[in-house]
């Protein structure tokens, strides 16, 4: 699992240990808190300074402290962070500190971690939450170390060049190695003594090339595609008015909204405010105290529920996809297991034995065969790593359906959310961008919701020139209605602008690709005229494509 791991922490350091599920994180921290014992090598601590731990499971703390019964996963993790932080350790260790922690409990701890004035080690998937903290990363891979200086996005820029840089020297090695073969293999084919002599000379020096080893390939990853078997109406989701208590407590009321087909919405708030309570209405399995909701036409839903409701527990994995869709051969079924890494005698475990990432896969799986044109998803980046999150990122920003999802992951949300809709104070806030739009724009709206609740304006009637009042320039974009409407927009265009520069790329790689065998042809007149048929036809195809282009920018320019 960890194989000649050596790096060093300084005093004062801020660093992180990233890697993919499985790669060691965990064990490497207890070894150096000698929890575990490593098979070989030493770890150095000063004698007079002290190191405290936050465990990443429970369990843990609940072992360490019987009065956390009865708290939440949340306010557990929060509560013993507090504990540790009043020791003021010289070495704060912590496994996943973010896990199970809303938003403002994620940003109180970025802003004690800042001021912290020890040491601070940490394991974490969450990215937003690493860029703000760290300055070193601990890049742990196949059971190797490799540092890197800078917060998380400097380490993956840098990683992601170091691995190109490594292939194409690799690649350029053995092109060179190939072609000098194939000359010292044509020399002893003349059999003449002087060529002989080059042939063994030239592999003399070959014999004496410093190979560079073949670079360690990416680790697996899901496949993973969603693509709704037919488009739903416009209108995908309409809600009036809704209301949900508990115990007499009020989660949220007025709840009015809606959604638009291609709409990729993120739900946020604190814990509580009941994020996944709305989820479940919408889905049908509990009832709204007020209010109602209907769906567009032809809407067909897929939900992926962060419990694993969905998944039965006594069944293997294999059962699972099977009974779920009978008309899939055992092939299909192996086929589509092994895309979510789970392969050979893998597909037998029962859902129970597997861990929360696993879990999660298999919901991820089943959610893809759906076809469905409307993903719900509560948490679906709990137990995913890095690689993992990536993974499900792409699939959603390329999915042409509609979206609507509950998480606490800053850095998922600002990828793939278009729009964001945030409970608080019992209300339903709106903003028209992604995670960095409502962390701009958020005071603003707040404080005009705060106004209109004071004078019992129900929010739905907000005027639109009334918004003038927090900002000109954005009074459009508080107006509910143009709202919609703008995001439906973006969201078209954006779509377009993609899907053309994709097409642009890969035209004029064949472009390229067709020059340069020209002179392989030579005289092939046949073959010439092939190719350049297929060349009049990608010239005429990317003429559209930047049309396209040009088009979807300028739109883009004027909505923006």
């Known amino acids: 699992m960890l194989k000649d791991v050596s790096f060093h922490l300084e005093d004062k350091e801020k660093a992180a240990i990233v890697g993919i599920n499985g790669s060691g994180k965990t064990t490497l921290l207890r070894c150096i808190l000698g929890i575990e014992e490593a098979d070989e090598g030493s770890i150095a601590f000063s004698k007079e300074k002290k190191m405290d731990y936050l465990a990443q499971q429970h369990a843990d703390i609940e072992a360490e402290n019987e009065d956390y019964d009865t708290l939440s996963g949340g306010q557990k993790t929060r509560k013993r962070l507090e504990e540790i932080l009043q020791e003021k350790p010289d070495l704060l260790i912590l496994d996943e500190p973010t ?15 800042k001021r912290y004035d020890g040491a601070v080690l940490l394991v974490s998937h969450d990215r937003y939450f690493l860029d703000k903290i760290v300055t070193k990363v601990i890049d742990l891979e ?15 820029e840098k990683k992601r ?33 002087k060529s002989i002599k080059r042939a ?34 416009n209108d995908v989701l309409m809600a009036k008015e809704l209301g949900k208590s508990y115990d007499g407590r009020r989660l949220f009321s007025h709840g009015t909204f809606s959604l638009q087909r291609g709409e990729h919405v993120a739900l946020i708030g604190d814990n509580g405010t009941g994020k996944t309570t709305l989820l479940k209405i919408l889905n049908g399995l509990i009832q709204a105290d007020e209010g109602e909701f209907r769906l567009g036409s032809k809407v067909k839903i897929a939900y992926y529920d962060q419990e694993h409701a969905v998944l039965h527990m006594e069944k293997t994995l294999f059962e699972e996809i099977q009974d779920t869709y009978p008309e899939m051969n055992n092939t299909k079924v192996r086929n589509v297991l092994a895309a979510f890494l789970f392969t050979g005698d893998d597909v037998y475990k029962r859902i129970q034995d597997l861990s929360g990432g696993e879990q999660g896969r298999v919901s991820l799986a089943k959610l893809m065969l759906s076809d469905a044109n409307f993903l719900i998803l509560d948490e679906p980046t709990n137990h995913l790593d890095i690689q993992g999150k990536e993974v499900l990122e792409e699939a ?57 609740q004071k004078d019992k304006m129900p929010l739905e009637a907000i005027d639109p020139e ?7 320039k954005e009074s459009k974009r508080l107006d509910w209605e143009n709202q919609k409407e703008l995001s439906a927009k973006r969201r078209k265009w954006q779509n ?30 046949g073959r010439l005229m092939e190719i350049h048929r297929e060349q009049e036809a990608i010239d005429k195809e ?13 739109e883009l320019e004027q909505i923006l």
């Open 99 to 113: 896990n199970h922690l809303d938003i403002g409990s994620i940003q109180w701890l970025e802003k004690v971690l």
């Open 142 to 156: 196949r059971g190797k170390v490799r540092m890197y200086q800078g917060n998380y996005s400097a380490y993956a």
């Open 161 to 193: 060049q170091i691995r190109e840089a490594e292939w194409k020297a690799f690649q350029n090695q053995q092109a060179e190695i190939k072609h000098q073969e194939a000359v010292i293999e044509k020399l002893k084919q003349f059999n003449r003594e």
């Open 200 to 233: 063994e000379s030239r592999e003399k020096m070959l014999s004496k090339v410093e190979r560079l080893e073949k670079p360690e390939e990416l680790e697996n990853e899901m496949k993973l595609l969603f693509s709704p078997r037919e488009s739903s109406g």
């Open 396 to 452: 959603i920003r390329n999915y042409e359906g509609t979206v609507l999802y509950v998480s606490h992951d800053r850095y998922f949300i600002n990828k793939t959310a278009t729009r964001i809709i945030e409970l608080f104070s019992n209300r339903f806030d709106n903003y028209i961008g992604n995670y960095d739009y409502y962390i701009e724009k958020k005071e603003d709206v707040r404080a005009y919701g705060d106004s209109l």
């Open 466 to 472: 009334e918004t003038q009042r927090l900002e000109e």
């Open 496 to 525: 377009a602008l993609q899907k053309a520069e994709e097409k642009i790329a890969k035209l004029e790689e064949r472009k390229e690709e067709l020059t340069a065998s020209m002179e392989e042809v030579g005289s092939d007149v």
């Open 542 to 554: 990317l003429e559209e494509q930047y049309a396209i282009w040009e088009e979807s920018s300028l």
